[in-house]
């Protein structure tokens, strides 16, 4: 059975540009989650889908990012526009059931480098 | 603030000997969890206890939680040069809400 996987694996911009990631999650997995590690920081949360619909987007550090998940399979997160700050890696993650004993499987991460 | 922190930040260690790394928390929690991230690649699930257990063992791993305290301790027996990885725990909060809450990691050395 195949992971989470993310595209792409890197990805450098330069501040004011565009970008967007993308998250597949294991499949039959509803619940989807992005998190993020910033340089030095620790990971924190920045969503989570059940299905298509966002169950809890308290993460989201401001406007600039958008997530979606149409059709509830695979997920994006978009950046726009894109500054210094945001450098880090975003982590997906799936998980089979709603409680909070099910365990969350990650996808490898993209690593986000804005010049 | 941090809900998670760990200590220590780093440890380096030979082979085959016993490494210990902790965690404490500030809030209530529903479970804590430990994961394992090397280089480059996505965090790995080891091991989730609950509020209401005490110790818990998955092979080389022994993972204690004090909910008295708001602490955890993950214990890696016989380590082996493959251990080599940060180690992070994190949190599901009493908030209904799954997502994890994470400290800011132990990078482990292990030496041939």
């Known amino acids: 059975e195949a992971g989470v996987t993310q595209f792409p694996s890197h990805s450098v911009i330069e501040k004011g540009q565009t970008v967007t990631l993308r998250c597949d999650p294991i499949s039959g997995h509803d619940n989807l989650y992005w998190y993020r590690r910033v340089m030095g920081k620790e990971i924190k949360f920045l969503l989570h889908?059940?299905?298509?619909?966002?169950?809890?987007e308290s993460g989201m550090p401001n406007n600039r990012f958008l997530a979606e998940r149409t059709g509830g399979t695979y997920s994006t997160l978009k950046v726009q526009p894109a500054e210094l700050e945001d450098s880090g890696v975003y982590f997906c993650?799936?998980?089979?059931?709603?409680?909070?004993?099910?365990?969350?499987?990650f996808g490898p991460g993209t690593r986000l480098t804005v010049t | 603030s941090q809900q998670g922190e760990e200590d220590p930040q780093a440890l380096s260690i030979q082979e085959g000997e016993n490494a210990t790394m902790n965690c404490s928390y500030k809030t209530s929690i529903n479970n804590l969890q430990w994961y394992r991230q090397n280089s480059g690649r996505g965090l790995v699930h080891l091991i989730l206890?609950?509020?209401?257990?005490r110790e818990k063992h998955s092979g080389r791993l022994r993972v204690t939680l004090d909910t008295s305290k708001k602490s955890s301790s993950l214990l890696i027996t016989a380590s082996r040069a493959a251990d080599t990885a940060s180690y992070f725990c994190a949190t599901v909060l009493n908030t209904g809400f799954q997502k994890l809450v994470f400290g800011t990691g132990t990078r482990l050395l292990v030496s041939p």
């Open positions: 993650a799936s998980s089979e059931g709603a409680g909070s004993s099910y365990e969350q499987y």
């Open positions: 206890i609950r509020s209401n257990e």
């Open positions: 889908f059940v299905k298509e619909s966002k169950q809890d």
